[in-house]
T-cell receptor, first 114, second 113 residues
């Protein structure tokens, strides 16, 4: 079991470029999440999904889009990157449902926007 | 929506001392409160969690208490060790978002030997 994996691990973009971050999980989890982590700000929820084909906005969704076409994958897109999106991005997944709340995190993607 | 406040932001203790981190939440409908530990450069990992129908939970040197009336919960670490040094995050479930979590801003715990 690889658990939750993220691709890529590091990326440098120029302002205005686009990119997609890939999250994959092999635990058959229903729920998946994208967070960003900035110094002194904790983890902030960007978007999440409660099942294949569903997505919803979190605390800080502006400038990001997501898709969940397959249950095991959750993609985070930046259409036009800005320096304010420089951050470490974590994906997480959970089984879902009452009593199954534990979220398992991926290793993170460090994104720098110049 | 839910809002989680965490204090203190930094905490320094001597090895063997106890450490306490406190969090408050705003949404009385929240029902799940996990604590995550994040070592430098690593991913957050769950260390303990508590549900709203329980007042206290303990796992070896770690315990969490929950006061639903006051809407606050705390992490207690006893007999601290240098390997406990890390950033600790509390979180509360965002009821309207299912099991999505809203995190506090974190506490950097330093344990010196």
């Amino acid at each position: 079991n690889a658990g939750v994996t993220q691709t890529p691990k590091f990326r440098v973009l120029k302002t205005g470029q686009s990119m997609t971050l890939l999250c994959a999980q092999d635990m058959n989890h229903e729920y998946m999440y994208w967070y960003r982590q900035d110094p002194g700000m904790g983890l902030r929820l960007i978007h999440y999904s409660v099942g294949e084909g569903t997505t919803a906005k979190g605390e800080v969704p502006d400038g990001y889009n997501v898709s969940r076409l397959k249950k095991q994958n959750f993609l985070l897109g930046l259409e036009s990157a800005a320096p304010s999106q420089t951050s470490v991005y974590f994906c997480a997944s959970s089984y879902g449902g009452s009593g199954h709340n534990e979220q398992f995190f991926g290793p993170g993607t460090r994104l720098t926007v110049l | 929506g839910e809002n989680v406040e965490q204090h203190p932001s930094t905490l320094s203790v001597q090895e063997g001392d106890s450490a306490v981190i406190k969090c408050t939440y705003s949404d009385s409908a929240s029902n799940y409160f996990p604590w995550y530990k994040q070592e430098l450069g690593k991913r957050p990992q769950l260390i303990i969690d508590i549900r709203s129908n329980v007042g206290e939970k303990k796992d070896q040197r770690i315990a969490v208490t929950l006061n639903k009336t006051a809407k606050h919960f705390s992490l207690h670490i006893t007999e601290t060790q240098p390997e406990d040094s890390a950033v600790y995050f509390c979180a509360a479930s965002e009821k309207q978002a299912g099991t999505a979590l809203i995190f506090g801003k974190g506490t950097t715990l330093s344990v010196s030997s």
